[in-house]
């Protein structure tokens, strides 16, 4: 599980012309792994927010994942899946 906070205020990398959020690093099954997000859309998704899950270590490796999104209301102190 992978927690981002802080996201409205992160900076943003653009490169190839699409800026995206980077979130920080982390390591799953012996493999570093980070989270883009690309707020603006990239160039396969037009008025979407992409997400992508970005593998930074050397070595190929084939995966199957999925995201769940959760909005977090500090007023309720409950989850809310997206």
């Not at 927690?3 to 990398?13: E, K």
């Not at 990239?42 to 994942?65: C, K, R, T, W």
Request: with cysteine.
């Amino acid at each position: 599980e992978v927690r981002y906070h802080g996201f409205v205020d992160a900076p943003t990398t653009t490169r190839l012309g699409y800026s995206y959020i980077q979130s920080p690093e982390f390591t799953c099954f012996g493999h570093r792994w980070c989270l883009r997000v690309y707020p603006d859309g990239d160039e396969n998704e037009d008025g979407m927010v992409p997400l992508y899950l970005h593998h930074m270590s050397d070595e190929a490796i084939e995966v199957q994942f999925s995201f769940t999104l959760k909005n977090y209301s500090e007023r309720g102190g409950k989850n809310h899946f997206l």
